[in-house]
């Protein structure tokens, strides 16, 4: 099946920093979709984005499907930013419907 | 508050029990999920239901049976698991506009452990 690489798997910023994370996949998807688990475990869709840039306040995604990648930007980072960030990338075929996950980004926040 | 409720929060089973997990959605939406998330590995999706008919089944064992008798519940009826079934299990509803994986609001999860 597909592979799906997030790095860094963790990471650790003081309040307002900025960060960067990044999602490869090895094949190309119908869709990829960006996901934000708190540490309390409740899982929030954060962005639907198959190509092109999304903004959403002070989260942004970029995803170039020609290059298998996708990017999520976070800004002036705050201390409720803390949690994992989860990539999926969906793959339909004559086959059936998937949608797979890489193993997320672990991101704490410090005041 | 995400409109998507899951029961029971917390599940502690032996392996010869049989229970069932419930997922009830508030949004009006047309497609429900079932996924597994256990430690250390990515989240795993395991049934995807459109329209109450079962659209997406991942090559789960078939201790685990999905029902969903109506656009708004989803079950997951649980028998004769291992320790390795221990993990988080999350629903999930989306309006199955966009299509099958269209914006996705999950429940809070059952975290069950299997002794």
């Known amino acids: 099946g597909i592979q799906v690489e997030q790095s860094p798997p963790d990471l650790i910023l003081q309040e307002g920093a900025n960060s960067t994370l990044r999602c490869n996949f090895s094949?190309?998807?119908?869709?990829l979709q960006w996901f934000h688990q708190n540490p309390w475990g409740q899982l929030i869709n954060l962005f639907y984005i198959p190509s092109g840039t999304k903004q959403n306040g002070r989260l942004s995604a970029t995803t170039v499907a020609t290059e298998r990648y996708s990017l999520l930007y976070i800004s002036s980072s705050q201390t409720t930013d803390s949690g994992v960030y989860f990539c999926a990338v969906e793959r339909n075929s004559n086959s059936g419907y998937a949608l797979n996950f890489g193993k997320g980004t672990s991101l704490l926040v410090t005041p | 508050e995400t409109g998507v409720t899951q029961t029971p929060r917390h599940l502690v089973m032996g392996m010869t029990n049989k229970k069932s997990l419930k997922c009830e959605q508030h949004l009006g939406h047309n497609a429900m999920y079932w996924y597994k998330q256990s430690a250390k590995k990515p989240l795993e999706l395991m049934f995807v239901?459109?329209?109450?008919?079962?659209?997406e089944n991942n090559s789960v064992p078939s201790r685990f049976s999905p029902e969903c008798p109506n656009s708004s519940h989803l079950f997951l009826h649980l028998h004769t698991l291992q320790p390795e079934d221990s993990a988080l299990y999350l629903c999930?509803?989306?309006?199955?506009?966009?299509?099958?994986?269209?914006?996705?609001?999950f429940g809070p999860g059952t975290r069950l452990t299997v002794l």
């Open positions: 094949d190309s998807v119908n869709n």
């Open positions: 239901y459109s329209l109450e008919e079962r659209v």
């Open positions: 999930a509803s989306s309006p199955y506009v966009g299509g099958v994986f269209d914006e996705q609001f």
